[in-house]
């Protein structure tokens, strides 16, 4: 069968790698036309390490023992709200969640699916379908024909919207800042520290290098007058150590700053010959860090659909009905923490942190490990 795929992200990929492991033809067509390499950390939770294990990717580029423990979640002063550190693992932490810069995932997946394979400069436009075909009408004007065609291209997918035009991104109201460098990691608790209408997350990701991120309600398409820096020191400038030092320490050109969307859940993902994958079917606010491992999940269960189900149209059908049995609940998920982690109001906040700390410790860490359960 050929196989066609938009988009060479973490979802694009890993399909591509898993159908090709079906014995398929496999193009992937990006609109870039080089590789950069963009994105900061990746949390790659045990259902996602499962899933690239699934993929076949070497155990070798896997390999990162730099997350310690489970998350913390902190009070702007320092105290702990929640702390599932406290209590046994039912594994070792690191087959429980491993963090790497995005580039460096992207670069492992294009390894193992194999560059040759990889159109660039080749931006999706539109597609018609036939029951025999799909014809595909690039941006160069340039068409093809494929047997099956996945839209992996984002959460602001041209195939989605050309399948459902109202499928439009939602803003969640808040922007998020990222930012990767060389930092000492011996002091730091990975985790997340909340305050009112702002987060500030860290966490190790390997070569001595942190990954931290910050969060704040703001209006979509803003940016900070004096620089992305100098405001994010302003508003964290009295929060627990070492979170200044790290903003000190962050260049300016290395802040990337995106406000955060989701999508709302669709009912129908694809339609014959054509289904969705990652963000371009299931995008999610980064509450979970679940948004690429739920794309690396769907990549696997789209090859164990196939290889079940020798009728195409049945296949992808009942690819979509488990993804979004597994993906609509987390959509919803992310956008409660999301909700209850930018709380404004200083009552609220109150509340929150009473509730967060009255949670026992068992019960916060199966909150955490939940997700984690996956069924390929
Ligand atoms: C602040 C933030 C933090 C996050 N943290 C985490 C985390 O810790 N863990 C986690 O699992 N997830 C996280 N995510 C989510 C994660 O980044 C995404 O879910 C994931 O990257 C989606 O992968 P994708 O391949 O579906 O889409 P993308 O990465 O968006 O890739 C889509 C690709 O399609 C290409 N494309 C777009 N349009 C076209 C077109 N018309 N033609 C051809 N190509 C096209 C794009 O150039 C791109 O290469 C985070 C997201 C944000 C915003």
Redesign the pocket.
Known sequence: MQVAI?????????AGIALKQLGHQVKI????SAFKPV???????RN?LLGLRELGIPEAALQNHNVKSLASLRNWDGAFLSDPRKGTLPMPIDELVR?FH?AELQQTLIETFGIEDIVLG????TASQTDDKVSVT??TGETFDCDLLIG????????RLQLHPDSTPVYSGYT?W?AVIPYDQSHCVPGETWGAQQRFGMFPVGHDQMYW?A?QVAAAGACAANGEKAHLQQIFKNWHAPIADLLAQTPEEAI?R?D??DIDPLRKWGSGRITL?????H????N?????????ESAVVLRNCLRADSDLNGALRTYEAKRRKRTTPMIRQCRQIGNVGQISNKAGVFLRNTLMKAIPPKLQQAQVLRPLEVDF
Do not use: H
């Open positions: 938009i988009g060479a992200g973490i979802g694009g990929l890993s067509y990006e609109k870039f994105g900061a950390g990746l949390t790659i939770w996602a963090v995005r080749a931006g999706f436009e690039l941006s992996a291209d984002g959460i602001n997918s041209k195939v998020a990222r991120y969060t990337l995106n955060v969307y994958l990652g963000d371009a079917a995008a999610m606010t980064p979970l860090g679940q948004g690429a491992c739920q794309a690396i």
